[in-house]
């Protein structure tokens, strides 16, 4: 399974201690494995969008005017109900 196709999953505190419970008896060197496999697991680098590179990225030959008038235009108003019969 890769990185990005498993699913989190957030264990309470008796689990843990259920897993803690099979785990202890490991020898040391394969607790440390584990430690560096969940170590890892944690460097999981987020992807961040620099906001400045969406600065003109809209694109129209409209004018602000013309935009709020469309807008205004396509709102429904509150009061008509289609009715559902």
Same mark, same amino acid.
Do not use: H, Q
């Given at each position: 399974?890769? /990185?990005?196709?498993?699913?989190?999953?957030?264990?309470?505190?008796? #689990?843990?201690? /259920?897993?803690?419970?099979?785990?202890?008896?490991?020898?040391?060197?394969?607790?440390?494995?584990?430690?560096?496999?969940?170590?890892?697991?944690?460097?999981?680098?987020?992807? /961040?969008?620099?906001?400045? #590179?969406?600065?003109?990225?809209?694109?129209?030959?409209?004018?602000?005017?013309?935009?709020?008038?469309?807008?205004? !235009?396509?709102?429904?108003?509150? #009061? !008509?109900?289609?009715?559902?019969?």
């Amino acid at each position: 399974m890769n /990185k990005k196709s498993m699913a989190n999953l957030t264990l309470n505190n008796k #689990t843990l201690e /259920k897993y803690f419970g099979l785990l202890k008896g490991l020898d040391n060197l394969s607790k440390k494995k584990l430690i560096i496999k969940l170590t890892e697991s944690l460097d999981i680098k987020e992807e /961040k969008v620099d906001l400045r #590179t969406l600065f003109g990225a809209w694109e129209d030959d409209k004018d602000s005017d013309e935009i709020i008038k469309e807008i205004r !235009e396509s709102r429904i108003e509150k #009061t !008509e109900n289609p009715g559902f019969e």
